[in-house]
């Protein structure tokens, strides 16, 4: 399936003008290589983030390749046991698409709670991953999930797990020649839930101050999870996984006393700092509680 084309974004800003720079709008992936390749430039898809960072002054780019109408690079479709998702796929069509909704129900909820209307139908994935904020909300799904990220450049293709992809907030390992090209994942084989829950400053239109994502997979007998992933955003310096409570979740059947207990050992596997959004200790307590509030509702579905 092939998601619709994103708008092209107009340049002209009240803080610079495509007279600042080099622009580039290529036709076809192979040109949009090339032309990274030999200018060194920054990339540019919905813009969301980059200009914006541009028109307050933050960045000032030598050279822009337009990667906006590369066609090529926006889908959702299954292929070889994955479910693959094009870089320039925007979080509108992400949040309406039935393969998501049924392979990773999760990821549509995460990015259904990213920014306004507007944003969500020019953002897009691949975008939201580059910038590699701590908070990104399309990010922990992706761990849960143990999806794969594949970089692109005129020197060939390489894959890297998402986990091995951030370095820090705002760094990544991809090279300066490299192009995100597609996001991929394995859905599960078994019966699953999963859920994404985050905490902002307002119910909407907020940067997340704590978020989490969950995926467990069922055993045979339905009475706990064979599988379980737990990724933490906003709580330290890139996406982490909460193993501690992972693995006693595996270990465990699921009841109030293992809920509470899952709950604390996610907070002690916080690593949340205090800033204008909020404090150590709220982030910290909130990351359990938020792993509580999910898993209450499945507490009758293991039993029954």
């Known amino acids: 399936m092939t998601a619709p084309r994103i708008s092209s974004v107009l340049l002209e800003r009240r803080a610079f003008s495509v007279r600042d720079f080099d622009y580039y709008r290529p036709r076809t992936l192979k040109e949009a290589l090339q032309m990274i390749s030999e200018n060194q430039a920054k990339v540019l898809a919905g813009g969301t983030d980059l200009l914006v960072r541009m028109k307050d002054g933050l960045l000032r780019p030598e050279s822009l390749v337009d990667i906006s109408f590369l066609d090529e690079l926006r889908y959702v479709r299954e292929e070889n046991g994955y479910v693959a998702i094009g870089a320039l796929t925007t979080h509108a069509f992400l949040e309406r698409s039935p393969v998501i909704e049924k392979k990773a129900p999760h990821l549509a909820q995460a990015v259904r709670s990213i920014g306004s209307r507007q944003i969500r139908n020019m953002g897009s994935l691949g975008g939201n991953i580059v910038n590699a904020s701590p908070a990104g909300d399309s990010i922990p799904p992706l761990y849960t999930l143990d999806a794969e990220f594949v970089l692109e450049s005129l020197k060939g293709q390489r894959v890297i797990l998402a986990e091995e992809f951030f370095t820090g907030p705002g760094q990544t390992v991809l090279g300066k020649e490299e192009l995100l090209t597609q996001v991929r994942f394995r859905p599960p084989e078994r019966e699953f839930s999963s859920f994404f829950l985050k905490v902002g400053q307002r119910k909407a239109l907020a940067i ?64 949340p700092i205090s800033d204008i ?15 509580k509030k999910g ?8 039993v029954s």
Do not use: H, M
């Open 208 to 271: 997340s101050k704590v978020s989490l994502a969950f995926l467990g997979v069922y055993g045979l007998d339905k009475k706990g999870f064979l599988k379980v992933r737990i990724a933490l955003g906003a709580v330290a310096p890139t996406v982490i996984r909460a193993r501690r409570a992972e693995s006693f979740l595996q270990e465990n059947s699921l009841t109030e006393e293992v809920l509470g207990q899952s709950g604390l050992l996610c907070s002690e596997e916080a690593r």
């Open 295 to 302: 898993l209450y509702p499945l507490i009758e579905r293991v």
């Open 277 to 291: 959004r909020s404090t150590f200790e709220y982030r910290q307590k909130v990351a359990g509680d938020l792993l």
